[in-house]
């Protein structure tokens, strides 16, 4: 058969060989150095045309051998190179369409030759998320060479370092060659190059420039199996508290748990005992706490990913792009432990959790790990502490006149409207508590400026009520004016949503001018009552308090001082050696509106001479004798006869045998051993006994008081004891005449009196100078009655 050379074996390839006969059977087996083989190889000729000598070691190439005549190996190229393969390093060229940075993609592969048969095969290594297939990119195979000599078949001398092959239309460029290849073909004489460098990869600079992180803001990479081993079981505890202080709500203790292995929190609350809180005691469910809550999220609204451009109806037919910038995705920041400290207010979705207190196994970790070595806890808040007050006032729609404003807040707040609540202790405090004050009308009419009126506070509901004065011949009929009601102050917007303000008891004093029902009052008096009340509760009652009009007046009389004592006593001018001086209520009053104006009030002035004043009550008008008949009288008519008692519980509360003890004592002595005395009697039997220095009253005394048994009690009708006992007569006439003398000493000033002559003169003008043992009783009751002529 004749083979066409270059031609593959096909069929039409091969032709009949014509000039030959003789077709013997050649030799299969035969034996090459020792060796039995099967030889199925054809003799080649001995020389060629050209007088090479042909070696049949050599692997099947087209071109002639490279190795020295009868210097090659003996053993066929299957058995000789068998397992020995050139490894090639190169690259070629990729070019991309569509990205911008990077006009073209390098990729290295590896070229192996394999000399037993002389193939050739192309591996890429594959790297990882580099998004094109790779692997063998040529199987292993006879490869030809490029156009012209496509006729012939790749061989060795076809590839070195340095070079440029195609590969079925592919520009391939070897840089480096392993160290078995180089010293292959260097130990069969081709001379093999230095390593060429490969050229940069546009894509991976690119990447790498992404991925470069900024100098300023390093970020340390977190791994979270790392965590989890490193931090697994160490947990940070901490105690605190949710301030829920509502209408209904209370201080909600609470432990909080923060897992170092994966960030977490857990929040238990911790219920108190009796607290009527019983259940589950998870506040929080562990996982990761976000700084900011905005709300929950809608389905789908937040994804990992963020896909442009869909298009399709249907779920088979739908066209997509991920978005690589991931526009519209939110960063969400979550509590670290460098957020916990004690102090630390957390949002947990929408309450405010407050810090308070650490574990040991905390503080050592805060301490190791951020320097911090304050761990003072902060105390918790009580119900009734007022810090955390947070509850905002309901506002309730505009009064509309009809009823009273409590009515009509009870009809917005229920939906079935109840009577408002009235306070039941201050009406059984101040029960029958009566404020009554004169008053006149202030009118454009003259008639109506001659009214008297007399108006009424009462101050166990703060209402108010006026009667009028009958006056003859006025034309106007007394009686009740206005009803008693509560009056609200003037000057108040009428349909408000705000509580209006009423009149209470301070705005009422002498000298005031005031609205009431459109009716303009003019306050000129009070009754006894309505000043000692006022004058016993200062606090109250600015206009009563002597403490804060002495210090009005000090701070007016600063510098005018010798003009004011002129005015009251114009005749005097050694006054400083005087013991008493008393000047009338006029004079008095007179001097101090000349000076101060309208800055003091005529109820202040009063409340001064009244606290000043000269004049003194009578004395008791009890009777040893009548009061000791009605206690004996009472003593027989009940039969009492437990004196022995009596003594018993004094040696009692008295061991040491005290000849004076307290009235209370004495008092709660009486009515414990159930004398048969009223209170009346009881404060008349005290009231005439025997006392100390101390204001204590003698127990012998008290004892041969009530001793029936030496019969020098005198007889006796029954008598009423709150009467006719003891008669008291109130004494009214206080503040008439003022003691100036303790005024000064009072007011604490320099006088500044000019120098005059050492003249005493017994009355000067309306004031009078008199040592107290040369004024009696009957003498002062005689100057008051000069004193209402002269007025």
Known sequence: MLRIPGMPLLPGTLFRDVSKGHYPKPQSLANVQGLSMLSDRQQPPPLESGGATVDISCPPVGASSIYPPRSGPRMPPWLAYDKKVLCFYAYFKQTLQEVYHAPYLVRKVKIYYYLEDGTLEIYEPRVDNSGIVQGCVVHRQRVQKAPPCDNEFMSLIDLNVDQTVQIFDRQYHITDCDPFTRHFLNTRGITVPDPVKSPCDPTEEQRKRQNQPRSGNLIPKNHPFAQFLKYDRQILKFQAYWDDRTEFGDVRK????????????????QHIRNSGRDGPTVFLKRGRLAREFEGLQLPGQMTPTTLLNVLGTNMRNVRYCVDPLNTGNKEIHYYKEKDLQIGSVINAYGRAVVITELDPFTQNYYRQRYGIQDFTPLPIPARADDCAEHRSERQLPPYNGWGSYEDSVGNCISVEPKPPKTDFKKFIKYDRYVLRFGAKMLSTIKANCERIFVISYYLCDDTLQIQEIAVR???????????????????????????????????????????LKDFIFHIVSADEYTLMYMEHHQESFTHANVGLIMEKVKSALQNRMAEFVGSCVPDCTDLEKKRDVFVSFESFKGALIAIMGNQISDHEIISLCRHFSAEKSQPNACDRSTVRAAAHLELKRALWNARDDLMEHFHHINPTNQPFLPESKVRSALRGCRLPFSLELIDNILSILNRNECDDIEVCDLMNFIDVSCGKGCNMLPVNHAFELCPKIPFLNKGRVVNFTCFLRELNLPLNLPAGGEKNHDAMGEGRIMPPSAMSDVDLHKMHEDDAHAA
Do not use: A, H, V
């Open 254 to 269: 609470l432990e909080l748990c923060y897992y170092l292995s994966d960030d977490t929190i857990e929040i238990k609350e």
């Open 473 to 515: 011949n006025s034309g106007f009929l007394g009686g009740e004016f206005m009803k008693r009601t509560r009056l609200e102050l003037p000057g108040q917007e009428r349909f408000s949503c705000k509580q209006p303000q009423y009149y209470m008891p301070w705005n009422f004093f002498i000298g005031s001018t005031m609205s």
